[in-house]
Structures are given as structure tokens and as C-alpha cells.
């Protein structure tokens, strides 16, 4: 795969692989897509919490488990 960058994202991209904190522009670019699912991750993370905090959660108890494989055989007309 290869990606052109705008001038000014190839020019840090260069200075961070010339000034040793990555071996190659390849790295660089993993990195940061590392981050940026990371950061994804964090997000609907934060907003799973955030919906705990206010009662918005449901318990996966036996009776949760045995309504979804019934939903599961009503819609594929299982017996």
C-alpha cells in the first residue's frame, strides 16, 4: 500500500524517523493508527460507563440468554 501525505504531515513523518524515535515512515504511520483506535476503544468505553453510571444496563442472566436463543429460533423458525 501507498499513501501520499500533504507536504506537511511527510515532513514530520521524515523528522521523527530522522531523529530516531521510529526506524521507518512505516512505523510511524502503524503507530498511529495504533493510537487511533485506541482512542476509539476509549470512547465507547467511556460512553459504556457513562451509561452504567445511569442505570442504562442490562443483567446477562439466564433469563437474558434464554430470550435471546428464543428471539434467535423465532426469526429462523427453529423449533
Do not use: T, W
Request: cysteine-free.
Amino acid at each position: 500500500m501507498h499513501i501520499a501525505l500533504p507536504p506537511e504531515f511527510e515532513a514530520y513523518v521524515n523528522d521523527l524517523v530522522s531523529s530516531g524515535q521510529y526506524a521507518s515512515a512505516e512505523d510511524v504511520v502503524a503507530d498511529a493508527l495504533k493510537a487511533r483506535m485506541q482512542a476509539e476503544v476509549d470512547e465507547r468505553l467511556a460512553a459504556s460507563r457513562a451509561a452504567y453510571k445511569r442505570g442504562e444496563y442490562v443483567v446477562a442472566d439466564d433469563a437474558f440468554f434464554d430470550a435471546k436463543r428464543q428471539k434467535i429460533k423465532d426469526k429462523h423458525e427453529l423449533p
